[in-house]
């Protein structure tokens, strides 16, 4: 049997999900009225410099005027948003002039009182300088020529055209782009993760100032057409269809957890979830909700190593592109693959990524399964016929042929008509010998490239590609794509990437399928995040939830019952069994991938305030109101959830005399489906941080808070499952949340929602 992947090894790395054990008491300590200004600690411990933080601060007579010092090298003092004797709240500036070469610095935090003098006690944060680290995310060409790129972490809009090669600042944290036309110019649309403006740049003249139009921030898909702007967003989950000319909002639609890709499909919106693999359809005209598809048991799995297990479906994976032939009448959808649930053979979870061919009215028809890699994103060129694939952990570009992929099954099977290779410089590292690459079935060189978005030109004999990790834009001449040639003629450097060397080679092999086994750490935790629920884990064998693994550095042991008490222990344990030992991490890799895992940070909180204090009371996603700080007097009093959730990181696995520590709390131990091929042992499980619990689906360790099971497959129970595991009642008690009123629970809930 194969072994599991790294998602499902890591599926018991947090444990039990939110708030799943429960305990009295609290570790908050008494503010003195005398004693001065003490400052305790800080959390998140770990941060980004890719945005402005927010940060919380506990400590004892806490009073307003208090402006927190960060000491070397930042340098740097920021006021403080006190909101009682033993609670205030700060954000990070907007830039803290970190050495490019630096992955990440731990600072010394102190409390500077009015007149500048120092209050008691320190606290050391550290920050991961992602501001240094570019990561081009997003890449679209016009019917100029000219194509353009983004960089999420250093803000940049990139530009190349007849002028050459232009950089701009692009906003805050810039996620997603579309080129459109305009009065007879061609515009550049870019949306953002953490600012709430759509920024229109003149394509020709990209560094005149952009006209900036109020929208959604935390955009993960974006899509233009006849003046309207569509987009995805996953702070409110939703899709909203943007009025370019007037600015307004013509509709908004509730979408499922954590959308991902939208597409631009006749009539109709399609959206992506990356939180239950499934695909939504929406009407352009008013947002109506039409339909959602993922694939189910049955649905035809054409190559690749899960094609007999296709009665064994229970699901789809997260989309992570999506393309629309207006020809075929066909939705096109990259993947990890269907979602192969509890079968006869008990066969681990395997990754089989691949293309879904969809009919947009009614079903997913096939996934053609590439057996190896991790496919990324689509380029359709619809009068030729072709589907080009980037995978971004193989370092190629695939080359399908569209028609015989949406026929039938028996022409899917031979639609793949090439693999094509992307050039990296001579002089780039390597994250293993040259000789290591090409060998005994593994993948080559290439997978250095990270191809990470794809563009065509207009007249389709030129393909984009945008690759992550060494920052350059390919151009392949793809005239004769169909006879499966597609020579690179042009290869330019857009932003430099090695500054942080070792953390670079740590991503490469995050994301890279050096065995060709489909299984990486990125194809189970795309971009360290959660990802569903898979069926994994040979003891017990059942379904288990894909944890986050954002903010892991502060988190050991990993596992349970616990067994890997670094990451350095965890990489080299799991990266193998990835690669199926083909060949195994050298200790360079191993040091190298827990580095790039430990700078993993969470999410920032959009919910905190301009200097990252919580509201006073909070909208909650069922359309409920809590107040926040009477439901942080819940948390650490009456509902007893701190003993086994302490502040700041809210896990007892944050302190080393604590971690390791294994509760069951009643919480369901298994999804209901197929229950006669999962194990029924339920382990006590540790408790995971409640740190970004609010981006976090589904919950529990078994998934069962937002997901259950119907005719024989995943479908979506609730789209606020912190709620469905404050409500869930089981054989055990879970803190004392059964004792909870009304008001009080969506109090408790609304300061979650803030953490």
Known sequence: MKTASWMALLALMAGCSAGEPHGAGSRQRRASATDGPELDDVGPRLVSDETRFPLSLSGRGLVQGLSLELGPPVSRTVPLAVEDAAHAYARLP????LDDAAASVTVELRLRDGA???GRGTARLTIVHDAGFPELVALAAGPSGRRYAISRTTDELFAVGPEGLQRVPAGDGPTALAVFSEGGRERVAVAHRYEP???????ERPSEPPRKLPAPDWVTGLAVADGVAYLAERRHHVAV???LASGKERWRAPVEPNPGPVALAGDALAVGSRGTGELEIFSLADGARRLALAPGPGVSIVGGPTARFSKDVMGGKAPRALAWSPRLR???ASSVGPNIGPNPERMEVSMNGGVAVIDPTGRVLRHLGFGAGTPEALALDDARGLLYVADVSLGLVRIVDARALAASDATAAHALLASVPLPIPTDFPL???AADFGVHGRAGPELHAGPRALALSADGSRLSVLCRFTGRLATLDVREARRGKAPVREDIELAPTLAERERRLGQILYFADLGRSGMSCEACHPEGGADGVLYSKTKPLRIYRSPSILGARDSAPYFNPPSSFTLEQTARFVGN??????????PDEVRRLALYMATLAFPPNPLRGENGEPPAELLLPDGRRGAVAAGRELFFGKAACASCHPAPEYTTDENPATRGRLYDVGTPPTLPLRLEWQDRVKPDLGPPSLVGVWAEFPLLSSGTAGLGAKDG??????GFPLRAVLEHRGPLPHGNAAGLGAKEEDDLLAFLMTL
């Open 713 to 718: 497959r995943l479908v979506s129970t609730t």
């Open 197 to 203: 403006a759509l920024w229109i740049f003149d394509g």
């Open 116 to 118: 500048g003098r120092p």
């Open 94 to 97: 907007a830039t803290l002039g």
């Open 241 to 243: 269809a943007l009025d």
């Open 330 to 332: 066909r939705l096109f």
């Open 431 to 433: 994250v293993r010998p």
């Open 577 to 586: 069994r990835n690669r199926y030992h083909n060949p195994d991490l050298g």
